[in-house]
């Protein structure tokens, strides 16, 4: 389960650490005040209270004269009036440079004008308004007079934490004779009071647009030339009426804020891996042990090393060999080959008495298949012959070796149990309904480009990411940098999603996608083979800490146990130190005791080249497995107030930094 863990948080931490992190910028308070002129101009005076945690040299603003989705709707010009900072007027110039203060440049673009303030600040509040008037931008008809405009574009990439928009129309307005429309926020609301129209928006998020479309008298607008000869009153009131109905039954339908419903099927989806964790993947709990003096079970090395770490190691055929010279199998010799080079060579004991097992017996067959006879029927070969033939094998020998080592295992502790083929079939169809119900939500709060950025990105990682990852096993370094490679992805997707209003189901889409990920993985491990791993956890730490350990009591009065410390520090990994140790310390035993171990001799001739022999061959035909454990080093019609009818904002605008 460690291996698998660490796995998924370094998963969720990749992708926490693949959104940019900025520092803090954002506007605490933006206030509109906005008065309406019989000609159809409207004065707009911006109040915008700024805060960061970072030094800032100054601030643009883009007012812009465009209405992206309603032309009709747009303002002929822009005259900017003044530019303020904390109550003092800012002087206009040509050009500046950074660290100036008090003065802004302002240019006229396609679409209206851009302002670049100089005015240096650092961790701190600042108040800046900018006055100016848009021309002709009330519409009049034959039956009523309409303002549709775009207070907070799509421009704006900083939080709004407070909006308040003050629409002043003239006195001619009748108060019946007014209808409020607000768009961009499900919790906006308003108040009208005579001719004076109050907005108000909460937690604006970065790209969140939000504009209101007001409808009244068109008598209070009568200097106005921008006229249409047509009756919209009904027409408009109609259309917003239905959004209004449309963004109810939406509150109807799911009972819950979007916010709600990321935090409600995280919760959901949170207690359901609970569930299958404890159903599938809570291991029974062995005895744990501080040292452990003997071989687990008296496993075969190669076969213990096999169950510690989940997979063959790349040493695990010369692992078996090592064993088999100690069984007697084969036996070691010193010589010296046809061109002087001093060597070693493996010899075949045809009169050997040990019991192999049927791995065992096919390493033997297979092995055999390298050596040469000579005159007296003697197989052998000397190492370096040896490992170039197995260089340059095709590995197919040691692939049978690994399935029958596998087999071995299996039929000593089992296979491990995985999650239910109906689990993991019913964790992919909620991660496609998790897909499609964002879809769902897209569809019901925004535009249908925007669903269909949504559902296609969201798609694309989901199964081309979700098909990687199930094929690559659990390879660390293989998942790792998968795992890296799909956040900047997962960043991509959870810009794409804020701007759509549903950044909060990028929480249960996420947690779902790793609990398939997840479930795939599940291999539940018998009691026995996880009591063998404590187990072989013991003797390995009791192993590296031997030759510091004052109690070595049964190791002279079992020198023999010598052979096996000296293969097993090889097979779990230890350093070279230990394995020197183990081998020079059971030759001096065995020379001050004048004991005589059977295949003492093959050891004495021992030297650490057969490592590289056999290593060489190891990792050119070794097969991957997956892994078992981890090692342990290794709006309303003329009320006096209501909510935003939710309809689609107009948008538009550009995207630039608020803040230089």
């Known amino acids: 389960m460690g291996k698998k863990v660490l796995i998924f948080v370094v998963f969720l931490l990749s992708i926490m650490f693949a959104i940019p992190s900025f520092a803090v910028f954002e506007i605490e308070n933006f206030i509109i005040d906005a008065q ?53 007027s800012c002087d206009e110039v040509s050009t500046a440079e950074k660290g100036e203060s008090g003065v802004y440049t302002n240019f006229v673009s396609s679409d209206g004008i851009d302002i670049k303030l100089y005015s240096p600040f650092s961790k701190d509040y600042k108040i800046v308004q900018y006055q100016y008037i848009l021309k002709n931008v009330a519409v009049k008809y034959n039956d009523t ?202 010899i075949y004991n045809p009169n050997h008495t040990a019991k192999l097992k049927a791995y065992q017996q096919k390493m033997v067959q297979s092995l055999n298949g390298f050596l040469e006879e000579d005159e007296q029927n003697i197989k052998s070969l000397d190492l370096i012959r040896l490992s170039s033939k197995m260089s340059n094998s095709t590995g197919s020998g040691y692939r049978t070796y690994v399935k029958n080592l596998e087999s071995e295992k299996e039929s000593l502790v089992g296979k491990p149990a995985k999650a239910p083929k109906s689990v993991i079939i019913i964790s992919i169809i909620v991660l496609i309904a998790i897909i499609a119900f964002t879809a769902l939500v897209t569809f019901l709060v925004a535009s249908p480009d925007e669903v269909m ?139 001050n005791l004048g004991y005589s171990i059977k295949y003492t001799n093959s050891y004495m001739d021992f030297n650490y080249g057969m490592y590289s022999s056999f290593h060489n061959y190891a990792k050119n035909s070794y097969v991957s497995h997956s892994s078992n454990y981890s090692s342990s080093s290794g709006s309303r019609h003329s009320g006096s107030s209501g909510s935003f009818s939710g309809g689609s904002s107009s948008g538009g605008g550009r995207r630039r930094r608020r803040w230089w």
């Open 453 to 591: 950025m949504t559902i296609v990105f969201m798609s694309f990682i989901t199964f081309l990411y979700g098909i990687i990852f199930a094929n690559v096993g659990n390879s660390l370094s293989a998942l790792t940098f998968l795992i890296f490679h799909c956040a900047f992805f997962q960043g991509g997707l959870i810009a794409i999603m804020i701007q759509a209003g549903v950044g909060w189901l990028y929480l249960p889409y996420i947690l779902v996608f790793i609990l398939v990920q997840y479930v795939i993985r599940i291999k539940k491990y018998s009691k026995e083979e996880r009591q063998i791993v404590e187990y072989t956890r013991g003797l390995k730490r009791y192993l590296k800490h031997y030759s510091m350990l004052e109690d070595k009591a049964g190791i002279t009065e079992n020198i023999a146990l010598w052979e096996d410390y000296f293969i097993i520090a090889i097979a779990l990994g230890l350093n070279t130190n230990t394995i020197n140790y183990f081998y020079n310390y059971g030759k001096e035993q065995a020379s």
């Open 145 to 346: 007079a309409e303002l549709f405009w775009n207070f907070i574009g799509t421009e704006w990439d900083c939080k709004i934490n407070n909006l308040n928009i003050n629409i002043n129309l003239p006195e001619t307005a009748a108060d019946n004779t007014i209808w409020v429309y607000g768009h961009g926020s499900d919790d906006g609301t308003f108040e009208k009071k005579e001719n004076n129209i109050t907005l108000r928006v909460n937690n604006i998020s970065s790209y969140q647009p939000i504009d209101a479309r007001i409808l009244f008298s068109k008598d209070a607008i009568g200097d106005s030339t921008k006229t249409y000869s047509s009756n919209v009153l009904n027409k408009y009131i109609n259309e917003e009426e239905g959004m209004a109905k449309e963004l109810e039954a939406k509150k109807a339908l799911f009972g819950l804020t979007v916010k709600e419903l990321g935090f409600g099927l995280s919760v959901i989806i949170l207690i359901i891996g609970v569930i299958i964790y404890i159903l599938f993947d809570k291991e029974i709990k062995v005895e744990k042990i501080h040292y452990f003096r003997e071989l687990p079970y008296e496993l075969e090395p190669e076969v213990l090393q096999y169950i510690y770490y989940g997979k063959a190691k790349s040493n695990s055929f010369y692992i078996g060999v090592l064993n088999l010279i100690k069984l007697g199998v084969y036996k070691l010799e010193n010589t010296v080959n046809k061109v002087g080079k001093e060597t070693q060579k493996i």
């Open 36 to 88: 309406i002129f019989e000609n159809g101009d409207m004065e707009v005076l911006e109040t915008i209270e700024y805060y960061t945690d970072e030094t800032v040299n100054g601030l643009t603003r883009n007012i812009e004269t465009s209405n992206q989705s309603n032309k009709r709707n747009s303002a002929e010009d822009v005259i900017l009036q003044g530019v303020y900072v904390e109550g003092h």
